[in-house]
């Protein structure tokens, strides 16, 4: 039987230790200007519905939690 949790767990892992890898890559090879943080900012000026869209999609992820 698969387990999907247990995937789910694994993939998210595994798609957060290669973006940290990717982002110490690309500090070390073209700069802090590089990093995805530092993409990310400049492109959030630009397109203001990315920072718009990332709120909707944490609020979509834990709006139905308990308390």
Known sequence: M??????????????TVALIAYDVL????????????RVLRAAAMEYPIIPFAVGVLVGHLFWSQSN
């Open 2 to 15: 698969i387990h999907w949790k247990n995937i789910t767990v694994a993939v998210c892992i595994a798609a």
């Open 26 to 37: 690309a500090n070390a090879q073209g700069g802090v200007s590089a990093t995805i943080s």
